[in-house]
């Protein structure tokens, strides 16, 4: 009730501000359980997807959303829940990689529509960045459930970092063709298989979007941009430190 409700409110709102563009909508199941695998390029993805689908798309989020006190954390705890996402805590890599395969195979086992990032994080730049072999392989096939590319497009320009008021654009979305993990049905447990599978829907999911690949986990990017903005930070800092060092330098005798 509630997540029909948000959809209603959130949803129609999203579509009629913003006029997302779709393309494969026939490849999602009317009935069954499936596995919507996309690329993550803004906070807004959960809810653009969503908003274009007639079934409920569950996915994850951080247990946080969920439990911060006081009446903004309610109203935060309701508006996610309202949403369709599920409360995992991420406080250890390990604990919360588990956490989010059993949040996915339940909503797999209960014939619903399961969605997940695989690259993990956010794309900090733009590009697609290497799926981790974890939540989204096992999850499919564990379940044998069929694996559906999405590419989201766009949608990191309608707010991109620092930028409070969104701007209006068409963000766009692309659906692939199921994939078909059956012959690995039960191979959860094998590392080799996991890398396949995820390799072969991370490339579905770049010949949708047209994004650039990069090899390396998008939170080591993230962690190398930091590290480089810090460097640079530190550079411009000591410029006019070095500049004024060597002119006094410069006055004596």
Do not use: C
């Not at 903004?72 to 395969?101: H, I, M, N, Y």
Request: no cysteine.
């Amino acid at each position: 009730m509630i997540y029909g409700a948000m959809k209603l409110s959130i949803g129609n709102g999203l579509k009629l501000a913003f006029r997302p563009w779709v393309e494969g909508l026939e490849n999602i199941p009317a009935h069954g359980p499936a596995i919507l695998a996309s690329n993550h390029l803004s906070f807004s993805d959960s809810f653009f997807l969503p908003a274009v689908l007639d079934r409920k798309v569950t996915f994850i989020a951080k247990s946080e959303y969920f439990t911060t006190p006081g009446v903004k954390g309610k109203l935060t705890a309701a508006f996610f829940k309202g949403v369709g996402q599920l409360p995992v805590d991420r406080s250890g890599a390990r604990g919360a990689g588990e956490a989010a395969v059993r949040a996915g195979i339940e909503v797999i086992e209960s014939g619903g529509l399961f969605g997940i990032y695989p690259e993990g994080t956010r794309s900090p730049d733009g590009r697609l960045y290497r799926g981790k072999p974890g939540g989204l392989a096992r999850v499919a096939l564990a379940t044998g459930a069929p694996v559906i590319p999405v590419a989201m497009i766009d949608t990191e320009k309608i707010q991109p970092p620092g930028k409070v008021m969104p701007k209006l654009m068409r963000p766009g979305i692309r659906i692939g063709k199921p994939l078909d993990f059956s012959r690995y049905h039960g191979m959860d447990g094998d590392r080799f298989i996991l890398r396949s599978v995820t390799d072969e829907v991370m490339y579905e999911i770049m010949k949708l979007s047209g994004q650039e690949y990069v090899d390396i986990y998008a939170t080591v990017a993230k962690r190398q941009i930091a590290e480089e903005a810090k460097r640079r930070a530190e550079e411009t800092k000591r410029r006019p430190e070095e500049k004024r060092a060597g002119g006094e330098s410069g006055t004596q005798g």
